[in-house]
DNA sequence: CTTATTTGACCCAA
DNA sequence: TTGGGTCAAATAAG
């Protein structure tokens, strides 16, 4: 709660209003997945729909409010690399790196592990709820472990689109009391994924006189330098942006070894203005189809 | 079948 | 050495 480092004027209004406008789109989620359990007669709901536009709205309040409460100094770069050539292991890399000539004699089955990362970065923040709030994003849960001054597990997870699309983000979440229950979820780095539900949401902070319009490299790079997000793929992808995979979803499968994850990241920060430029139209027209059905 | 979670072992920063 | 973060095999879920 005040244990956060004290943010500028206005800032904390500014939180305090998005935290707001997240749990009241948690609240609709809530009454959507009730709703849906009522076992609904009416065969075509917009349910999906506005689950979905729910889960949009979820999703730019957490991105916003990443944003909002991290410090914007140096403490996103990305991991530490203990092994920086291992990206990651087993089915996920099509091309084992063969240069490596280590882990060709490990293959004995209970012999060390390979490529442990660990992460060095600063949380983004923490937030204490009352209930297990949803952010909009999926989230894959890769461990859970009892502290030692906690009397509840303490959960790991990680962005689902880690693996297909190399996104970083994290967060944990620790159940700190029963009764009434409260959970401390601490955010880890931050999304540079693009689901395929939400493929406008983007952490990349865009200022909103360039948001019309194309990107110019200048920008890119200039905003680059005063984001809290400095992209080291970003940065390290300057090169074409190459007609990489156009649409993820066909890309969903196909694994994709490093440096098409590199150009990955950087297609979806270069197709982002396009995006926008189109988005306004094509929701309007899905908001008619919808007030449609209903008669409106 | 594929994909997600559980769980104990493993790894490493402090 | 220890505690907490991560891996990955086993298991569960869809």
């Known amino acids: 709660m005040e244990n956060q480092n004290q943010l500028p004027n206005g800032k904390n209004a500014m939180e305090e209003e998005l935290i707001r406008g997240r749990d009241m789109a948690n609240q609709i989620l809530e009454v959507l997945a009730h709703d849906k359990d009522e076992g609904s007669t009416n065969s075509k709901s917009v349910l999906p729909f506005v689950e979905d536009l ?105 962005c689902s689109h880690k693996n297909d699309q190399g ?45 019309s319009t194309l990107l110019s490299f200048n920008n890119s790079f200039q905003r680059q330098q005063e984001s809290p997000f400095p992209s080291s793929l970003l940065a390290s992808t300057k090169q074409e942006p190459v007609e990489v995979i156009q649409d993820y979803h066909s890309a969903q499968n196909q694994l994709s070894s490093p440096e098409d994850l590199l150009l990955y990241d950087y297609d979806f920060f270069f197709d982002y203005s396009k995006r926008v430029a189109s988005l306004s139209s094509t929701e309007t027209v899905e908001f008619e189809n919808v007030y449609e059905q209903f008669g409106f």
């Open 54 to 158: 729910v889960r949009k709205v979820l999703c730019s309040f957490t991105n916003t409010l990443l944003l909002l409460n991290s410090n914007n100094d140096v403490s996103y770069e990305v991991v530490a690399s203990i092994a920086p050539k291992h990206v990651s292991s087993s089915t996920s890399s099509p091309k084992l790196e063969s240069s490596d000539e280590t882990c060709k004699s490990l293959m004995n089955t209970k012999t060390r592990r390979r490529g442990y990362k660990r992460k060095s970065i600063a949380p983004a923040w923490e937030k204490d709820s009352s209930i297990l709030i949803e952010d909009g994003y999926v989230w894959r849960k890769y461990g859970q472990k009892m502290t030692l001054n906690a009397k509840y597990l303490r959960s790991y997870y990680r």
């Open 167 to 211: 996104c970083q983000a994290m967060k944990q979440v620790q159940r700190i009391q029963d009764n009434p229950p409260l959970y401390r979820t601490t955010y880890y780095g931050h999304h540079t994924c693009r689901s395929p539900l939400n493929p406008e949401i983007i952490l990349e902070p865009i200022s909103p006189s360039a948001s």
